[in-house]
């Protein structure tokens, strides 16, 4: 089975808290080699960070660190409920995109 055929249509299917929830967990477990790979990425202070796909901003927030007040960071997502969910994140966490 295709891990993507147990979520469904995420906006229509009805599972989007449900996924949300998965993925958060999943970013929280993955931490650590995160960080490295975040490490690998050299990003500087003042450039700008496109995520492609970034659910629930997971990662955003982290790119955010990296670049400072001068970077941009700008996910983007095909699911109105991540873009959602990404937008309640930044504002619980004091995001200043």
């Known amino acids: 089975m295709n891990p993507h055929d147990q979520w469904g249509t995420l906006d229509s299917g009805g599972r989007g808290s449900e996924l949300i929830g998965y993925l958060v967990q999943q970013a929280e477990l993955r931490r650590d080699i995160s ?51 990404g937008q309640l994140r930044a504002s619980s966490l004091g995001s200043r995109r």
């Open 35 to 85: 960080q490295i790979a975040y490490g690998m990425m050299s990003l500087q202070s003042d450039e700008s960070v496109l995520d492609v796909g970034c659910g629930p901003a997971t990662e955003l927030f982290e790119f955010e660190k990296l670049v400072g007040d001068g970077g941009r960071v700008v996910g983007i997502d095909s699911s109105e409920a991540m873009v959602s969910e």
